[in-house]
């Protein structure tokens, strides 16, 4: 009987650890943060973001000879989506340089899983749409994080993953939106009362037991968004935390940890030699990712801009 109730036990366990997707072990109070988030999550397992057109895409370029063309034409059966596309790949934060005039060639510019996973960011933050107030503020800083990480990535790291940082940053905040639309009493309280988000993911932990990082990283797996992109949003509010995974992951985390810090400067109106901006060039993850004082005064006008159009682009 004893021997039953361990492997119940187990299992259960086994189970809480397999939803942290934090990078590490998980420890104790890593696994007592996963079972309040499998509390909560219970709440949004009903929501079905990915509408068929996603998700028959999505199944699509998981097959192994999959065609741009036929990516394509999926696009165009949702002219909505089709539409949505052609702004992204003409906008700045994928630096164009001549006009894209068609979904074939948005699909080769951003790449079939790029479009992809695009297209499920977008779906995403469409559930959305009706916010207002602070869930808009958040929907608006998630549009400009997800530019500024972007426009960070080609331009401090030549990074190749950039595509994945634009969706990352969309979607990093997503747990707060999710809390915010839940309607919880506490948690809506709590936002009420502190507008600063600096420090919000530090009562939340204090509240629910986890961060709205872990959260919404949790609830992106099980809308299967691939990896990394839950693993990079689990640990955007851990400092550090990256460094125990992939070197692709954490130079992820330190990017969209900037990029982040950066867009609620930006939204405050601050200069690039602002006393903010010192503090943040003295982090750990803005050394690690190269951003001097030289390289802020070359970008701030350039991250101003892409913030600017990514915000009218997912935002009203
Ligand atoms: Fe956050
Ligand atoms: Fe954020």
């Known amino acids: 009987m004893s021997v039953k109730t361990n492997s119940v036990e187990e299992a259960s366990i086994s189970r809480l650890a397999e939803l942290w997707v934090g990078g590490a072990e998980p420890t104790e109070a890593d696994l007592r943060a996963a079972r309040s988030i499998a509390a909560k999550m219970g709440e ?28 394509g034409e999926l696009i165009e059966s949702d002219p909505a989506l ?40 977008m779906a995403a933050m469409g559930m959305f749409k009706d916010l ?27 990074s190749t993953q950039s595509s994945k940082l634009f969706l990352a940053g969309l979607l990093h905040d997503i747990g707060k939106l999710l809390m915010i639309q839940s309607g919880d009493r506490q948690y809506v309280e709590l936002v009420a009362k502190d507008p600063s988000p600096s420090s919000w993911h530090l009562k939340e932990r204090e509240l629910l037991g986890f961060d709205h990082g872990q959260l919404g990283a949790h609830v992106l797996r099980v809308w299967n968004l691939p990896q990394p ?66 390289k802020v005064a070359e970008l701030w006008d350039d991250l101003k801009a892409v913030r600017h159009e990514a915000i009218s682009m997912f935002g009203r």
């Open 132 to 158: 207002g107030g602070v869930g808009r503020k958040i929907r608006d800083h998630s549009a400009g994080t997800a530019a500024v990480a972007r426009e960070l990535a080609f331009r401090l790291v030549r």
């Open 229 to 294: 992109i839950p693993q990079i949003i689990a640990s955007h509010h851990c400092p550090n935390a990256g460094q125990g995974s992939s070197v692709a992951v954490a130079q992820a985390v330190d990017l969209l940890r900037v990029a982040d810090e950066i867009e609620w400067l930006l939204d405050q109106g601050v200069g690039s030699e602002s006393l903010q901006v010192n503090r943040l060039l003295h982090s750990p993850e803005a050394d690690r990712v190269g951003l001097t004082d030289t």
């Open 82 to 121: 089709a539409a949505r596309i052609m702004r992204v790949a003409n906008s700045a934060a994928y630096r164009v340089y001549e006009g894209c005039t068609s979904i074939g060639r948005a699909v080769v510019r951003i790449g079939a899983t790029g479009v992809v996973e695009l297209a499920m960011g």
């Open 44 to 71: 949004f397992e009903g929501l079905k973001p990915f509408p068929a057109v996603v998700q028959s895409l999505v199944d699509y370029v998981s097959t192994p000879d999959f065609t741009m063309d036929r990516v």
